[in-house]
Structure formats: structure tokens, C-alpha cells
């Protein structure tokens, strides 16, 4: 094995129609090739993962929900991180009150829990993975989960991201975009999963590769020894990535791939 390559999923390895292209897929496929392994990595769940990951290869090991779920080319659990519901029951119950138009989804392992709102039925859409339709008595009957997720207008989740942090100091709050508030335990994120993934494949730190393209990856950029920004990250999140490539809807990827392996 020679490199790992970490790849965000939405706004980065797929374009604004939601598929890999051509040009990207088959850069991809030459470094699997090669004896590269190719990592996944995105706030979705394992099974919204695997309809784009599929497309490109059908062995890899991934990175789900932000960090919280660590899964081996066999689907086997590297390392799981849940975390109890009593939380998350105070923000639905929050949410409810002071956000109604905000949708929220729980996730425990290879569920997905929403209570079928517009925001949901939208997601469900863009990932191609059906939720369960869920209520609070549902969540409430959850031993624990991986993560929470809530849709909204940015204002919105703007808002929830400052009252959220405040109040929940134990959780580990982060936009995955402008729209979209992801909830998880307390530390985890991107980059700490990069570096479980690279102890675990024993891959020196200068041989992972890192594209991600806004504010939940900004851990991985900073952690990978080759990170890349795409050209449709947030100025901020550039600032974490040693290299900026294309946006998405330019095959920034296989630019960088093309550019720095062969």
C-alpha cells in the first residue's frame, strides 16, 4: 500500500448533480490500481456512502458520520464512537419550539431516523437512502447514536450552531454546509479519524492525501500530510490546505491526482 487518499464526499468527490464524473472516477480507479487505497470520508451515514463509493469501487474501507464510524474494506467496525440521546432529546425538543421549520434526523448505526419534514424528504433525495419515519418516542427508545443532523435556512442554522455550542458544551458541533448543523460526541471529527485510519494501515503521515471542501474537513486538511481544498471551499476552510484545486464541477480531484502522482 502506498498512499491513503481521504475524499469528502458532497462538494467534493461528487459535482452540484450529485455523480463523480467520468475524468474524476477514472483518476480514482488508476490510483486503486496502483495500490492506493481509496477512504471515503462524509457526514453521511455508511449506506449514503456507498451509493457514491460504489460507483467508483466496490472494496474500500470509510469514514462515516464525520469521524464517529471507522468501517474496513469488509465492513467491519474499525472504531465507533456513540454517544447517549439524552442530548440530542433536549435539541429536538428545542428545535420543535423555537425552530419549527428546521428539520432533524438521529442516525445509530445503519439507521436513519427523521420525522419526514420537507428538509428530510430533500436529503433523502440528494443521498438516495429512505429514512425511517421517527418521533421522539421513537429516539427515545435509542440506547445511543452516532449522530444528529439539522436542516434549515442558514440564518437558522447559524443561529442553532451559536446556541447549541453554548449549551452543549459535550457535543462536537460543525456546518457540513450552510444548510445542514451535524451533532456528534464530544472530539470527534475528520482529522482524528485520518490518523486512526493511517495507525491502522500503518501509512506514514506524508503518504495520506486529504480533499474536502468546508468546514467539517477543515481537521482533515490539517492533519493529512498532502491536504487539498476544492476551488468551491469557503475562504476559510483554503486556509487549512496546503494545495487549492478546482471546484468540484472542474474535476478538481483528478487535477491533483493526475498532477502529483503520475
Not at 458520520?65 to 471507522?70: D, E
Request: charged share 25%.
Amino acid at each position: 500500500m502506498k498512499s491513503l487518499i481521504f475524499t469528502d464526499i458532497d462538494g467534493t468527490l461528487i459535482n452540484d448533480q450529485h455523480v463523480v464524473t467520468p475524468k474524476t472516477k477514472e483518476a480514482i480507479k488508476k490510483r486503486i490500481e496502483a495500490g492506493d487505497l481509496f477512504i471515503p470520508v462524509s457526514a453521511r451515514m455508511p449506506e449514503a456512502i456507498n451509493v457514491v463509493a460504489d460507483t467508483i469501487s466496490s472494496n474500500y474501507p470509510m469514514i462515516a458520520y464525520n469521524g464517529a464510524m471507522l468501517l474496513d474494506e469488509n465492513n467491519e467496525i474499525i472504531e465507533s464512537h456513540s454517544f447517549p440521546v439524552d442530548d440530542i432529546l433536549e435539541i429536538i425538543s428545542l428545535v420543535t419550539q423555537k425552530y419549527p421549520n428546521v428539520a432533524w434526523n438521529v442516525y445509530a448505526g445503519h439507521q436513519w431516523f427523521s420525522p419526514k419534514m420537507p428538509g428530510n424528504i430533500q436529503e433523502e433525495q440528494i443521498v438516495k437512502v429512505t429514512s425511517t419515519k421517527a418521533n421522539i418516542s421513537d429516539i427515545e427508545k435509542l440506547p445511543s447514536c452516532h449522530k444528529a443532523l439539522l436542516i434549515g435556512d442558514a440564518k437558522e442554522i447559524d443561529a442553532l450552531q451559536t446556541q447549541l455550542r453554548e449549551e452543549f458544551p459535550d457535543l462536537s458541533i460543525v456546518k457540513s454546509n450552510a444548510t445542514l448543523l451535524e451533532i456528534m460526541a464530544k472530539g470527534i471529527n475528520k482529522g482524528k479519524a485520518l490518523l486512526a485510519m493511517k495507525n491502522h494501515y500503518g501509512v506514514p503521515l506524508e503518504n495520506t492525501w486529504a480533499f474536502g471542501d468546508n468546514f467539517n474537513d477543515e481537521q482533515m486538511l490539517q492533519e493529512a500530510g498532502n491536504s487539498v481544498a476544492m476551488g468551491n471551499a469557503p475562504d476559510e476552510v483554503k486556509k487549512s490546505a496546503k494545495i487549492i484545486t478546482k471546484t468540484n464541477n472542474e474535476d478538481g480531484i483528478a487535477e491533483v491526482l493526475n498532477k502529483y502522482f503520475d
